[in-house]
């Protein structure tokens, strides 16, 4: 297969905004109070002449189909001749961007001035469009270089217990939000009954740096398995510990180099030491740092030790091949109990008033919010329940790229680290860098997760039906069909 002449262009946009915008990432809606620091988008084009790669990275929870639409109808009219369908959307899994989810998920009173989220929508579109567009006009001859470093970002945040939780005494139902048991996200390791963590962790950072033909540094992809996660209660726009990561490199390397992020596989890893919190908090205070400042500098680390050996490889000239098409996994199935346990919660949560006299009004967006999420999550799994025999499968638009001797793989859940791990271990890529969170065109949504055969048996959140579109099955089924794309783009039969 022949190597060509690498062409490369880059581009970014800020998409905050100052006025009052919805932010997901929990169960209560909040409205931002300011911008603590940018929240970005990055594109990046990488073009041989005979195929190409174009990556779209935002600072955000998830991006849905509707939003992923919209931007490349803008696209086609922007720039018509552009590969749009060759267009990979992703998000960090900051709980800290803008509104870019559906209106009718926010069925519920708002006495706080509030930015309409189609007016939100239509700016962010906007501005990935033109970052995308950009990239792509700017290309220009090239050199790559790629390798991986060991960075500690993230460690399991499922803690498993001896005991069954949902027969303990104190045990509290939550319908809508979690359904408890062997297993729970975010649980107190400081019980007698704690066995142990569910995942392991995963300390690769994946690295792809870009240069001028002269060989000056331009920028990077940084591929890890950590969502950023360390703000992701704050009412401010923030990239999260993403803003520390750019800053400490273009310190470093200039203010002129661009960082494209991508979160690998992390479904069921966190930003936070759940069984050594003390101590986490003392290290912190005396080395007068903060948890993302912490992350950022781990990852800056690995990057410049990266770029200290991978740049002696820069190539001119590599193979890109680039295939995309919808796959199709097997649903999570929701039996008969679980549904009619389901509509006897919609019932009573929809007898459950919103507040209106009690409270500020912000304590009142937070009740009632929550109120709307639990609802919601309800409806849809006895939608679910009603679909499921006529839609067994759930579509997903799928990317699978070569680079040279590396890959990339997109996927569009929170995926647990596993499945990354079987897909990695089996492919021809010298280098596999999986991109969780990667927006689909086909269907409906955003991302949900995609939980292993033992955390389903653990249930907890992230493993239960309210969290789960796809199955365990699914996901070994996304494995092998990831697998078999990247045998056949390194033309190695199946």
């Not at 989810?101 to 989220?117: K, Q, S, T, V, Y």
């Not at 069921?268 to 050594?276: A, G, K, M, R, W």
Request: hydrophobic share 35%.
């Amino acid at each position: 297969m022949d190597e060509k002449q690498v062409l490369i262009g880059w581009s970014r946009r800020d998409v905050s905004t100052t006025q009052p915008v919805g932010i997901h990432g929990q169960f209560y809606l909040r409205l931002s109070e300011g911008v603590k620091d940018p929240v970005m988008v990055t594109a990046l084009a990488i073009d041989n002449g005979s195929d190409a790669g174009i990556f779209l990275s935002m600072d955000g929870v998830g991006i849905y189909a509707h939003n992923i639409k919209d931007i490349r109808a803008k696209v086609r009219t922007l720039s018509p001749d552009l590969p749009v369908e060759k267009v990979i959307f992703n998000a960090t899994h900051a709980h800290t961007g803008g509104d870019l989810r559906p209106a009718e998920d926010d069925d519920f009173p708002c006495e706080l001035p509030r930015m309409p989220g189609a007016e939100y929508q239509e700016f962010f579109a906007s501005q990935a469009a033109e970052a995308i567009v950009e990239a792509w006009q700017q290309r220009k001859p090239g050199q790559l270089a790629w390798g991986f470093g060991y960075a500690t970002t993230s460690c399991s945040r499922r803690v498993v217990y001896f005991d069954d939780t949902s027969k303990r005494p104190d045990a509290v139902l939550r319908p809508g939000l979690m359904v408890n048991g062997n297993a729970v996200m975010y649980g107190n390791t400081n019980d007698p009954q704690f066995s142990h963590f569910e995942a392991g962790a995963d300390p690769y950072v994946n690295l792809l740096f870009t240069y001028t033909l002269e060989g000056k540094l331009t920028g990077a992809v940084i591929n890890v398995p950590c969502p950023s996660q360390c703000s992701m209660h704050d009412w401010n726009l923030t990239a999260d510990y993403w803003h520390e990561v750019r800053q400490n490199i273009r310190q470093q390397y200039g203010d002129d180099i661009f960082i494209l992020p991508q979160c690998a596989a992390a479904g069921d890893l966190e930003t936070i030491n759940l069984h050594y919190k003390a101590a986490h908090q003392r290290r912190l205070k005396l080395k007068g740092t903060t948890q993302r400042q912490e992350i950022a500098d781990r990852i800056t680390a690995a990057f410049s030790e990266v770029l200290d050996w991978a740049s002696q490889d820069r190539r001119s000239k590599v193979v890109i091949r680039h295939k995309t098409r919808t796959v199709h996994l097997s649903k999570r199935r929701i039996s008969k109990e679980i549904y009619e346990q389901e509509k006897a919660n919609l019932e009573a949560l929809e007898a459950k008033p919103f507040v209106t006299d009690t409270g500020t009004a912000k304590e009142r967006l937070v009740q009632n919010s929550i109120l709307c999420s639990q609802r919601n999550r309800c409806k849809k799994v006895i939608e679910r329940y009603e679909s499921q025999d006529n839609e067994p499968k759930l579509p997903m638009e799928m990317h699978v790229i070569r680079i040279g001797d590396i890959a990339f793989a997109s996927n569009r859940f929170e995926l647990y680290m596993d499945f990354m791990h079987r897909i990695q271990a089996q492919s021809p890529a010298v280098q596999t860098f999986i991109i969780q969170l990667a927006g689909t065109e086909v269907g409906s949504g955003g991302g949900s997760y995609l939980a292993t055969e033992r955390a389903v048996a653990g249930k907890g959140y992230s493993a239960t039906q309210y969290c789960n579109l796809v199955s365990p099955e699914g996901g070994q089924e996304l494995v092998k069909e990831t697998v078999a794309d990247l045998k056949e783009l390194w033309g190695i039969e199946p």
